[in-house]
């Protein structure tokens, strides 16, 4: 059975082809960086009058990679939420028409539970049960999952997502959106311990997670500087920023595997490309003779793999939607019907 996936739930539209006895044939991706970084952040209109740009010739790349012809799919996934309901619509219609032309069913798949499936593409790949951290730009979570699609979640943000908190850090120092990426590349040179930022809520009990705190503490860093940051103090900010943020995560994820006595952690979305991070979490789980999982580094951000595979466990489960497009802008990952009984 092969299944085509479609992302489009923000700035990157992502199309792939996944075999269920194959693996993964193909994938596309464009992603809307450029044309947003001169506004600093994503402008939603402009997103959705993209995705609509790129969606059909997309289809059409990812298939030809897949030597995959349109009358050899068993359905067609697509992100169904969480998203910009704009974004998200251009990929449900698209995928909605694209189905009914080739009468098979459409998929509608949750983003989040894309990116927590994201690393069973790899070779070896998580087995369940599992503890999940999940840090995008929108989501910082702890997810148990004892059953495949059942997801309880241990914590998450009560205000900024640890993606945001990349970001925004990124713009006090004058990194182009997004800042993610090119805050990693300033922490290189950068050393940890310069700045002593907070460690927020780790006497905290429970999972959850809070980075507002973290972004006051750069601000003031930056504004203590009075004559402007010369270069090392840059680095070193994003480098103590970066070394706050990992020490915060390992906290809760150890937290959160002793809670439920588990010994694999699955880190997945957008941050957990940042090389640090991975390190911090893989030190992590060797001390606790555990292990971690990622994705590779371009699946951790919006992809459509990530989508074509979790739209396969859905439709294997039966689970397909309608002919009705609906998006759910905002949607509980905890909501999804599990899996299997
Ligand atoms: O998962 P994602 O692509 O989109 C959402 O679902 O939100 O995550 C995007 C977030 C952005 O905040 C971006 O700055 C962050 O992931 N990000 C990174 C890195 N690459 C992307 N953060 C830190 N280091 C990176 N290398
Ligand atoms: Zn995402």
């Not at 790129?54 to 050899?72: D, F, K, M, N």
């Not at 009914?100 to 927590?116: D, S, T, W």
């Not at 800042?179 to 927020?200: N, S, T, V, W, Y």
């Amino acid at each position: 059975m092969r299944i085509i996936g479609i992302e489009s739930s923000c700035d990157e539209t992502g199309v792939a082809v996944y075999d269920d006895s194959l693996g993964l044939l193909s994938h596309a991706l464009h992603t809307q960086i450029a044309m947003h970084a001169e506004y600093g952040g994503v402008v939603p209109e402009l997103a959705s009058r993209d995705h609509i740009r790129r969606v059909v010739p997309l289809i059409r790349l990812a298939l030809e990679q897949a030597h995959t012809a349109p009358s050899e799919l068993c359905a067609v996934a697509y992100t169904a939420g969480p998203g910009l309901i704009g974004a998200l619509l251009t990929g449900a219609m698209g995928a909605a028409a694209y189905a009914h032309a080739l009468g098979i069913p459409p998929v509608p798949v949750h983003h989040m539970e894309g990116h927590l499936l994201a690393p069973m593409l790899e070779d070896p790949h998580p087995e369940l049960p599992f503890v999940a951290l999940l840090i995008s730009g929108g989501h910082t979570m702890l997810i148990k999952v004892e059953k495949p699609g059942s997801y309880v979640v241990l914590g998450q943000s009560v205000d900024d997502a640890a993606g945001e908190a990349f970001d925004k850090t990124a713009k006090l120092l004058g990194i182009p959106y997004p800042g993610g990426p090119g805050l990693e590349k300033l922490a290189r040179d950068g050393d940890p311990k310069a700045c002593a930022f907070p460690r927020p809520m780790i006497k905290n009990p429970g999972c959850d997670f809070s980075f507002a705190g973290l972004k006051t503490a750069v601000l003031n860093a930056v504004m203590g500087h009075k004559g402007g940051l010369s270069e090392q103090a840059r680095r070193d900010i994003a480098a103590g920023f970066t070394a706050a943020v990992a020490d915060t995560l390992c906290v809760k994820c150890a937290r959160a595997l002793k809670e439920t006595g588990l010994s694999t952690l699955v880190v997945a979305g957008g941050v957990s490309a940042n090389n640090d991070i991975r390190g911090a979490l893989s030190d992590l789980m060797e001390r606790r003779h555990g292990r971690a999982f990622f994705a590779r580094r371009e699946f951790c951000t919006d992809n459509g793999a990530m989508i074509a595979y979790a739209g396969m466990q859905r439709f294997k489960a039966g689970q397909i939607g309608t002919s009705a497009v609906k998006v759910f802008p905002r949607w509980d990952l905890s909501t999804l019907k599990p899996l299997q009984d």
